[in-house]
Protein backbone atom coordinates (compact mmCIF):
# COMPACT_ATOMS: atom_id res chain seq x y z
CA UNK A 1 0.00 0.00 0.00
CA UNK A 2 1.64 3.41 -1.22
CA UNK A 3 1.56 6.05 1.78
CA UNK A 4 1.42 9.27 1.59
CA UNK A 5 3.76 11.75 3.80
CA UNK A 6 1.83 13.90 6.34
CA UNK A 7 3.40 17.12 4.34
CA UNK A 8 1.67 16.00 0.97
CA UNK A 9 -1.45 14.84 3.03
CA UNK A 10 -2.00 18.00 4.35
CA UNK A 11 -1.30 19.65 0.62
CA UNK A 12 -4.21 17.25 -0.50
CA UNK A 13 -6.32 17.91 2.41
CA UNK A 14 -6.43 22.15 1.70
CA UNK A 15 -6.77 20.80 -2.66
CA UNK A 16 -9.76 18.53 -1.78
CA UNK A 17 -11.59 21.26 0.54
CA UNK A 18 -11.29 24.08 -2.35
CA UNK A 19 -12.52 21.83 -4.76
CA UNK A 20 -15.56 21.11 -2.73
CA UNK A 21 -15.86 24.60 -1.94
CA UNK A 22 -15.44 25.49 -5.47
CA UNK A 23 -17.94 23.35 -6.17
CA UNK A 24 -20.75 24.11 -4.56
CA UNK A 25 -20.66 27.98 -4.54
CA UNK A 26 -20.76 27.32 -8.91
CA UNK A 27 -23.25 24.54 -8.87
CA UNK A 28 -26.05 25.34 -12.17
CA UNK A 29 -29.03 26.75 -11.04
CA UNK A 30 -30.78 23.68 -12.22
CA UNK A 31 -29.22 21.58 -9.82
CA UNK A 32 -31.81 23.36 -6.85
CA UNK A 33 -31.43 20.67 -4.66
CA UNK A 34 -27.13 21.20 -4.20
CA UNK A 35 -26.83 25.24 -4.62
CA UNK A 36 -27.12 27.56 -1.39
CA UNK A 37 -30.14 29.56 -1.96
CA UNK A 38 -29.76 33.54 -2.61
CA UNK A 39 -29.69 34.16 1.03
CA UNK A 40 -26.40 32.76 1.47
CA UNK A 41 -23.58 34.32 2.93
CA UNK A 42 -20.17 34.54 2.94
CA UNK A 43 -17.30 33.98 5.57
CA UNK A 44 -13.41 34.90 5.98
CA UNK A 45 -12.83 32.21 8.01
CA UNK A 46 -8.99 31.00 6.61
CA UNK A 47 -8.98 26.96 5.42
CA UNK A 48 -5.63 25.63 7.35
CA UNK A 49 -5.92 22.09 7.13
CA UNK A 50 -8.74 19.93 6.93
CA UNK A 51 -7.76 16.39 8.31
CA UNK A 52 -11.21 14.74 7.69
CA UNK A 53 -14.07 15.94 5.64
CA UNK A 54 -17.78 14.46 5.21
CA UNK A 55 -20.30 15.26 2.69
CA UNK A 56 -23.99 15.23 2.47
CA UNK A 57 -26.66 15.59 -0.01
CA UNK A 58 -25.83 19.50 -0.05
CA UNK A 59 -23.81 20.00 2.57
CA UNK A 60 -20.06 19.14 3.81
CA UNK A 61 -18.13 19.49 6.86
CA UNK A 62 -14.77 19.47 8.14
CA UNK A 63 -12.86 18.69 11.03
CA UNK A 64 -9.28 20.89 10.90
CA UNK A 65 -5.78 20.55 12.32
CA UNK A 66 -7.06 22.28 15.95
CA UNK A 67 -10.08 20.01 16.18
CA UNK A 68 -12.42 22.75 15.37
CA UNK A 69 -15.35 21.52 13.46
CA UNK A 70 -16.85 24.10 10.07
CA UNK A 71 -19.59 23.30 7.83
CA UNK A 72 -20.12 24.99 4.63
CA UNK A 73 -23.44 24.76 1.87
CA UNK A 74 -27.51 24.25 1.92
CA UNK A 75 -28.70 25.48 5.89
CA UNK A 76 -32.37 24.63 5.15
CA UNK A 77 -32.81 22.35 8.39
CA UNK A 78 -30.11 24.00 10.15
CA UNK A 79 -27.49 21.42 9.33
CA UNK A 80 -24.83 23.49 9.59
CA UNK A 81 -25.12 23.86 12.97
CA UNK A 82 -24.69 27.73 13.17
CA UNK A 83 -27.68 28.18 14.93
CA UNK A 84 -29.22 30.00 11.62
CA UNK A 85 -31.04 28.27 8.35
CA UNK A 86 -28.79 30.17 6.13
CA UNK A 87 -26.94 28.65 3.98
CA UNK A 88 -22.66 29.63 3.51
CA UNK A 89 -20.76 29.42 0.47
CA UNK A 90 -17.57 29.00 2.63
CA UNK A 91 -16.63 27.17 5.61
CA UNK A 92 -18.33 28.72 8.82
CA UNK A 93 -17.53 27.64 12.90
CA UNK A 94 -20.27 25.37 14.28
CA UNK A 95 -22.05 27.14 16.55
CA UNK A 96 -20.56 24.93 19.78
CA UNK A 97 -20.81 27.45 22.26
CA UNK A 98 -23.42 26.67 25.10
CA UNK A 99 -23.72 23.17 23.21
CA UNK A 100 -22.58 19.70 24.24
CA UNK A 101 -19.65 20.25 22.15
CA UNK A 102 -18.54 23.68 23.69
CA UNK A 103 -14.91 23.73 24.30
CA UNK A 104 -14.22 19.72 23.10
CA UNK A 105 -11.95 18.62 20.46
CA UNK A 106 -13.50 17.10 17.65
CA UNK A 107 -13.08 13.68 16.56
CA UNK A 108 -15.10 12.58 13.89
CA UNK A 109 -17.68 14.58 11.85
CA UNK A 110 -20.47 12.81 9.24
CA UNK A 111 -23.16 14.30 7.17
CA UNK A 112 -26.24 12.75 6.25
CA UNK A 113 -29.09 14.11 3.73
CA UNK A 114 -30.09 17.15 6.05
CA UNK A 115 -28.31 16.23 9.09
CA UNK A 116 -25.20 16.22 11.17
CA UNK A 117 -23.41 14.43 13.91
CA UNK A 118 -20.21 14.74 15.61
CA UNK A 119 -18.14 12.54 18.02
CA UNK A 120 -16.03 14.43 20.67
CA UNK A 121 -12.22 13.03 22.06
CA UNK A 122 -14.71 12.12 25.20
CA UNK A 123 -17.14 10.33 23.64
CA UNK A 124 -19.45 13.13 24.03
CA UNK A 125 -21.66 12.38 20.87
CA UNK A 126 -23.90 15.22 19.31
CA UNK A 127 -26.42 15.85 16.23
CA UNK A 128 -28.27 18.48 14.69
CA UNK A 129 -30.42 19.61 11.82
CA UNK A 130 -33.17 17.46 10.54
CA UNK A 131 -34.85 14.77 12.74
CA UNK A 132 -38.26 13.93 10.60
CA UNK A 133 -36.64 10.05 10.97
CA UNK A 134 -35.41 10.19 14.17
CA UNK A 135 -31.99 10.56 13.34
CA UNK A 136 -30.60 13.10 15.93
CA UNK A 137 -31.01 10.13 18.11
CA UNK A 138 -32.45 12.72 20.66
CA UNK A 139 -35.82 10.88 21.86
CA UNK A 140 -37.66 12.40 18.67
CA UNK A 141 -37.19 16.41 19.64
CA UNK A 142 -37.65 18.63 16.74
CA UNK A 143 -35.66 19.94 14.20
CA UNK A 144 -32.16 21.40 15.77
CA UNK A 145 -29.86 24.66 14.29
CA UNK A 146 -27.02 23.97 17.13
CA UNK A 147 -25.56 20.60 17.95
CA UNK A 148 -27.88 18.72 20.67
CA UNK A 149 -26.58 15.61 22.87
CA UNK A 150 -27.48 11.95 21.43
CA UNK A 151 -29.81 10.38 24.60
CA UNK A 152 -26.94 7.67 25.23
CA UNK A 153 -28.46 7.04 28.59
CA UNK A 154 -29.26 3.54 28.97
CA UNK A 155 -28.66 2.54 25.64
CA UNK A 156 -26.15 0.74 24.02
CA UNK A 157 -23.74 3.46 24.20
CA UNK A 158 -23.87 4.40 28.03
CA UNK A 159 -20.69 4.66 28.94
CA UNK A 160 -18.61 2.87 25.56
CA UNK A 161 -15.71 4.13 23.94
CA UNK A 162 -16.85 5.29 20.51
CA UNK A 163 -14.27 4.93 18.32
CA UNK A 164 -16.69 5.41 14.83
CA UNK A 165 -20.05 6.80 13.50
CA UNK A 166 -21.60 7.37 10.37
CA UNK A 167 -24.49 8.88 8.77
CA UNK A 168 -25.60 8.79 5.31
CA UNK A 169 -29.54 9.74 4.71
CA UNK A 170 -31.48 9.61 7.38
CA UNK A 171 -29.95 7.21 9.48
CA UNK A 172 -26.79 7.01 11.73
CA UNK A 173 -24.98 4.02 13.25
CA UNK A 174 -21.80 4.10 15.82
CA UNK A 175 -19.13 1.64 16.79
CA UNK A 176 -17.72 1.29 20.08
CA UNK A 177 -13.85 -0.30 20.71
CA UNK A 178 -15.39 -3.43 22.05
CA UNK A 179 -16.63 -4.24 18.77
CA UNK A 180 -20.60 -3.89 18.79
CA UNK A 181 -22.83 -1.14 16.59
CA UNK A 182 -25.50 0.84 17.43
CA UNK A 183 -27.87 2.35 14.97
CA UNK A 184 -30.73 4.96 14.91
CA UNK A 185 -32.68 6.72 12.68
CA UNK A 186 -34.71 5.92 9.80
CA UNK A 187 -35.54 2.00 9.74
CA UNK A 188 -38.09 1.77 6.68
CA UNK A 189 -36.16 -1.32 5.04
CA UNK A 190 -34.22 -2.22 7.97
CA UNK A 191 -31.31 -0.27 7.57
CA UNK A 192 -30.64 0.08 11.53
CA UNK A 193 -30.48 -3.83 12.35
CA UNK A 194 -33.07 -4.01 14.88
CA UNK A 195 -34.88 -6.90 12.77
CA UNK A 196 -37.82 -4.79 12.18
CA UNK A 197 -38.77 -1.91 9.49
CA UNK A 198 -39.32 0.57 12.57
CA UNK A 199 -37.29 3.88 12.96
CA UNK A 200 -35.45 4.20 16.43
CA UNK A 201 -35.51 7.32 18.17
CA UNK A 202 -32.07 6.80 20.20
CA UNK A 203 -29.60 4.39 19.63
CA UNK A 204 -30.08 0.68 19.47
CA UNK A 205 -27.86 -2.39 19.34
CA UNK A 206 -27.43 -4.36 15.87
CA UNK A 207 -29.17 -7.46 16.65
CA UNK A 208 -26.48 -9.63 15.60
CA UNK A 209 -27.86 -13.29 17.65
CA UNK A 210 -28.55 -15.70 14.09
CA UNK A 211 -26.97 -13.66 11.65
CA UNK A 212 -23.18 -13.80 9.86
CA UNK A 213 -21.96 -11.63 12.78
CA UNK A 214 -23.37 -13.72 15.79
CA UNK A 215 -20.28 -13.43 18.75
CA UNK A 216 -18.03 -11.72 16.35
CA UNK A 217 -16.15 -8.33 17.17
CA UNK A 218 -17.01 -5.36 13.93
CA UNK A 219 -14.03 -3.24 13.34
CA UNK A 220 -15.38 -1.29 10.54
CA UNK A 221 -18.47 -0.30 9.28
CA UNK A 222 -20.39 2.05 6.60
CA UNK A 223 -23.87 3.34 6.19
CA UNK A 224 -25.45 3.85 2.72
CA UNK A 225 -28.32 5.54 1.77
CA UNK A 226 -30.85 2.67 3.00
CA UNK A 227 -28.39 -0.19 4.04
CA UNK A 228 -25.41 -0.97 6.19
CA UNK A 229 -22.59 -2.74 6.20
CA UNK A 230 -20.11 -4.18 8.77
CA UNK A 231 -16.23 -5.63 8.70
CA UNK A 232 -15.67 -8.29 11.82
CA UNK A 233 -12.08 -9.16 12.74
CA UNK A 234 -11.78 -12.45 11.21
CA UNK A 235 -13.16 -10.36 7.71
CA UNK A 236 -16.90 -11.33 7.63
CA UNK A 237 -18.60 -8.87 5.45
CA UNK A 238 -22.55 -8.76 6.45
CA UNK A 239 -24.97 -5.93 4.99
CA UNK A 240 -28.08 -5.25 5.50
CA UNK A 241 -31.02 -3.11 4.79
Known amino acids: MSRISPARR ?3 AVAVALALI ?10 ATAAPSQDATTSSVSISAFEQI ?3 TAHACGIDDQADLYCWGRNDDGQLGTGTQDDELLPVPVAVAGTPLAGKDIDDVATGASSTCALATDDTLA ?3 DDDEGQLGNGGAAFSLVPTAVSVAGTPLDGADI ?6 HKHVCALTSTGTMSCWGLGSVGQIGQGTQANAIVPTGVVTAGSDLDGKTIEAMAAGAFNTCALATDDTVACWG
Open 54 to 56: AIG
Open 163 to 168: VDIDLN
Open 127 to 129: CWG
Open 22 to 31: AGIATLAPST
Open 10 to 12: SRL
